[in-house]
C-alpha cells in the first residue's frame, strides 16, 4: 500500500531515513515465506512510497523494510511471490552482516552481482515454496570457517536501520541489460498487433489484445541460449529460431507452442519483473518506466505445452553450447573464422556480416534498418559471452571430449541416479508408504518405471559438461587479467558479475561499435561492383583513434584475451585420469581452490545447480497414484526431484557424485571409498 510519509526536501538522493511509516506486513505470505527460509519476519514491513521508484528499481531492501514501486507486481501472483521472496533475501542478508555498508556520503546503494544472484535463487524458490537452505549457506558464506560462531538467526528481531544501511536493488539479467543500453533503449513492434492500440497500453488486462514488441536487449539475451542463432535447417525455417518465431502469430496468447508466445515467455521466466508484464493504474499520478512498454502483456497467463516448449529447448542447447565459448577446442581454435556455432567470435562474424548485408539491401530497397538492428542484438549475445571470463579459455569441447573418453556412461548413470533418488523419496510418501511386502514391491517397479519415461527427455549430460560448468563458474567468479588488440587492460569477470571492474563498460563498448557498423552499411547502401565489407571495415573508427587491423570489424579489437603481462595461471587440472584425481586439483593453477571445492559451490549456486534446476522442471509438481494403479492420493515428483537429487547432491557433493557413477541417488549408503572431500573454503556467489 502507499504510505503517508512525506519526504522532507533536505534529505540527500538514495537517502530515504525520513520514510518511517508503519508500512504493512506480510499478511498471508508471512508463514509460507518464514516456512521457505527457516526466519521470523514478524519485523519486515512494506511500502509503496515512491521510493523505489526513484531508484528505477522494482523494489529495493534497507533492514527490514522492503520497498516496493508503483507498479511491483501483485504478491499473490508468481511475479510477486519471486520479488517478495528476491527483497527478503536481502533482509536476510543484511541480518547477517553479509552486505558491505557502503562508502561515501551521496548514497546507500549496493549493487553485489554475487549477492543478487543469491537473493535470484531464493526468491525464485520461494515463490515455488521451496526451502532455501540458509544453514548451509551461513555456514559457507560466513561462518565458522572465519572464527565466529553461526548462531541461528530464525528469531532474530531487527530495529529499523540507521540511515546509512545499505540499500540492494531487484535487476534484470546483464545481456538484456548491456543490450538495451548499448542500442539506446530500442524496440520493435514486430508482425501483427493485436488490439484498438489507441488507448494506450493502460486500459487494463487485455489477454486477448496485446502488442508483440521486443527490445534489442531480448535479442541479445534469448539468442542462443533459449532460441536457435540458426534460421534455417536444410533450406527450411528453423522452428527454433527466434528470428522464426517472432512472426508466427498465436491467436491465444500465452497458449501455443510454437509461436511468438515462446518468446515472451521466455522473456518472463528470464525478467518476470518487465514492465510488460506489469499493470500500472492510470489514475496514480507515478509515472511509470518506460510508458511505451508497461503492460501490454499484462495478465497473459501461459501454458504448459509452451513453458515445456522453451525449457526444454534451454536444455538442449545448454549441452552444446560450443559457440558461447572464444577457444571451444583449445588454444588457437576459436578464431573469428570459424564460422556460426564454431565459436563465440566465429559465431559473432558470421551474424554480424549476415547483418551487414542485411542492412545495405534493405536501404537499396527504400525499407527500414530494423531488420538488420534485429539481427546485430541478436549476434551480440556472442560478442558478450567473449567478455565473460569463464568463456575465455574454458576449452568447453576438448573438456567434454576427454572426459566422454573415461565416463562415456554418465548420462545413463544420471539418470539411473535420478530415478533410485526419487523413486525412493516417492515410496515414502504417506499415500504409499502404508504399503508392504509384495504390494510395495510391485508399486515400486512401477514407480521407478514412470521416473524412467519422466527422464527419458532429458538432455544428455555427460561428466564432461559438469567439468565445464566447474571451470566456466570458477573462472567466471574469479575473474582475469586481460587485455586486447587496442592495448587496453582491465579485469573481466563473468556471468553475473558483469557489473565487477570494467566489465560491463567494454562490453557495452564493444556493442555500440557493432551498432555503428550497422548504421554505416544502412548510410551507405549495398553496392555489388564495390567490396561492400571492406567498405564498412574502413568506415570504422576504434577508441583513441587506433588503427584497425586488416580483415577485423571494430568490435572484434575490443574483445578481451588474457594478458601475458599478467599471472592469470593456466587450467591443465581438468586433465586428471580420474574423477578421484580431479576432486582435488586446483582449477587454476596459481590458486588453492581444488574441482572438489568448485563442485560444492556450484551445486550451491552456479551453473550446476541451474542445470539440475531445470532438469527438475521437468517433473510435475503433482502427479495422481493412479498412475502407478492405485487411487490413494498424489505424489510430487518435482519435490522428490529437489529433496532426493539435488538437496542430497549439495549436502555430500563428493560422495554424491561416486555414487552418480555407480547409478546410485547420490544419498545412497554406499558412498566412493577412493576420494576424500576436499576441505570447506568460503563460499563467494549465489546460493
Known amino acids: 500500500m502507499t504510505t503517508n510519509a512525506t519526504p522532507q526536501p533536505a534529505a540527500r ?9 508503519q508500512g504493512e506486513g506480510l499478511g498471508r505470505l508471512q508463514a509460507p515465506m518464514e516456512r521457505s527460509f527457516g526466519a521470523d519476519f514478524s519485523d519486515v514491513r512494506l511500502h509503496r512510497d515512491g521510493s523505489a ?53 551521496s548514497s546507500s546503494v549496493v549493487q553485489d552481482p554475487g549477492l543478487e544472484a543469491q537473493a535470484d535463487a531464493a526468491g525464485a524458490a520461494a515463490a515455488r515454496g521451496d526451502y532455501v537452505s540458509r544453514e548451509a549457506e551461513r555456514q559457507h558464506l560466513t561462518g565458522r570457517g572465519r572464527g565466529g560462531a553461526a548462531s ?114 521466455a522473456i518472463k521466466k528470464k525478467c518476470p519483473h518487465d514492465p510488460r508484464f506489469q499493470y500500472w493504474d492510470q489514475t496514480k499520478t507515478f509515472p511509470p518506466h518506460r510508458p511505451g512498454l508497461l503492460g501490454i502483456w499484462h495478465g497473459i497467463e501461459f501454458s504448459s505445452d509452451v513453458k515445456n516448449a522453451v525449457d526444454s529447448r534451454y536444455q538442449r542447447l545448454a549441452v552444446k553450447n560450443y559457440a558461447h565459448f572464444q577457444d571451444p577446442k583449445g588454444k588457437g581454435g576459436g578464431a573469428a573464422g570459424t564460422g556460426l556455432v564454431g565459436s563465440a567470435g566465429g559465431s559473432y562474424r558470421a551474424m554480424h556480416e549476415e547483418a551487414l548485408l ?42 567434454q571430449r576427454h ?77 582475469l587479467h586481460v587485455t586486447n588488440d587496442v592495448g587496453m587492460q582491465w579485469e573481466t569477470f ?96 596459481h590458486e588453492k581452490l581444488t574441482y572438489g571445492q568448485a563442485l560444492a559451490q556450484s551445486l550451491r549456486g552456479g551453473e550446476l545447480q541451474k542445470t539440475l534446476i531445470e532438469m527438475a522442471n521437468g517433473f510435475p509438481e503433482e502427479q495422481s497414484t493412479r498412475i502407478i494403479g492405485l487411487d490413494t492420493g498424489t505424489l510430487h515428483p518435482a519435490k522428490a526431484f529437489h529433496e532426493a537429487f539435488i538437496k542430497a547432491l549439495t549436502a555430500a557433493p563428493i560422495p554424491g557424485f561416486e555414487n552418480i557413477l555407480r547409478g546410485l541417488a547420490p544419498g545412497a549408503a554406499k558412498a566412493a571409498p577412493t576420494d576424500v572431500a576436499a576441505p570447506p573454503v568460503p563460499f563467494v556467489g549465489k546460493m
Open 13 to 21: 538522493p538514495h537517502d530515504f531515513s525520513f520514510l518511517r511509516s
Open 53 to 105: 521508484d526513484a531508484l528505477g528499481a522494482q523494489a529495493y531492501a534497507q533492514g527490514s523494510q522492503i520497498h516496493l514501486s508503483r507498479n511491483a507486481a501483485d504478491l499473490g501472483s508468481e511475479a510477486g511471490r519471486t520479488l517478495l521472496g528476491h527483497e527478503l533475501a536481502h533482509v536476510v542478508q543484511q541480518r547477517e552482516s553479509r552486505v558491505a555498508t557502503p562508502q561515501g556520503k
Open 152 to 265: 541461528s538467526q530464525s528469531s532474530t528481531r531487527i530495529a529499523a536501520p540507521p540511515s546509512h544501511s545499505p540499500i540492494q536493488l531487484f535487476d534484470s539479467h546483464e545481456h538484456k541489460r548491456a543490450g538495451d543500453h548499448a542500442a539506446g533503449g530500442r524496440s520493435f513492434a514486430i508482425g501483427r498487433q493485436d488490439g484498438d492500440t489507441s488507448r494506450g497500453p493502460y486500459a487494463g488486462p487485455m489477454p486477448s489484445q496485446y502488442r508483440f514488441v521486443l527490445t534489442a536487449g531480448d535479442f541479445t539475451m534469448l539468442t542462443g541460449d533459449y532460441f536457435s542463432a540458426q534460421d534455417t535447417l536444410d533450406g527450411k525455417p528453423n522452428p527454433d529460431s527466434m528470428m522464426h518465431l517472432r512472426y508466427v502469430y498465436s491467436d491465444s496468447p500465452g497458449k501455443n507452442k510454437g509461436t511468438r508466445d515462446e518468446i515472451m515467455y
Open 358 to 399: 542485411m542492412a545495405g539491401h534493405m536501404k537499396t530497397m527504400g525499407l527500414g534498418i530494423d531488420e538488420a538492428m534485429m539481427r546485430e542484438a541478436a549476434a551480440q549475445h556472442y560478442l558478450q559471452d567473449s567478455f565473460a571470463s569463464g568463456h575465455i579459455r574454458t576449452p568447453r569441447k576438448s573438456l
Open 403 to 479: 572426459w566422454a573418453a573415461k565416463h562415456g556412461d554418465f548420462f545413463e548413470k544420471l539418470k539411473e541416479s535420478i530415478v533410485d533418488a526419487v523413486d525412493g523419496w516417492l515410496s515414502q510418501e504417506p499415500c504409499i508408504a502404508g504399503l508392504v511386502g509384495g504390494m510395495l514391491g510391485k508399486i515400486r517397479a512401477q514407480l521407478k518405471e514412470k521416473v524412467r519415461e519422466q527422464t527419458a527427455s532429458t538432455p544428455p549430460l555427460g561428466f564432461g559438461d559438469v567439468v565445464s560448468l566447474l571451470t566456466h563458474d570458477v573462472e567466471n567468479e574469479k575473474g
Open 494 to 589: 563473468g556471468d553475473d558479475k558483469m557489473s565487477n571492474g570494467k566489465t560491463q563498460e567494454m562490453v557495452e563498448l564493444a556493442c555500440r561499435l557493432g551498432y555503428t557498423d550497422i548504421q554505416n552499411a544502412y548510410r551507405i547502401g549495398y553496392r555489388p561492383d564495390e567490396p561492400f565489407l571492406e567498405t564498412i571495415r574502413a568506415h570504422a573508427q576504434l577508441p583513441g583513434n587506433g588503427a584497425m587491423q586488416p580483415g577485423k570489424y571494430a568490435a572484434e579489437h575490443i574483445v578481451p584475451r588474457p594478458d601475458p603481462a599478467k599471472n592469470n595461471g593456466t587450467l591443465s587440472g581438468w586433465e586428471a585420469n580420474t574423477a578421484a584425481e580431479l576432486w582435488g586439483n586446483p582449477v587454476r593453477s
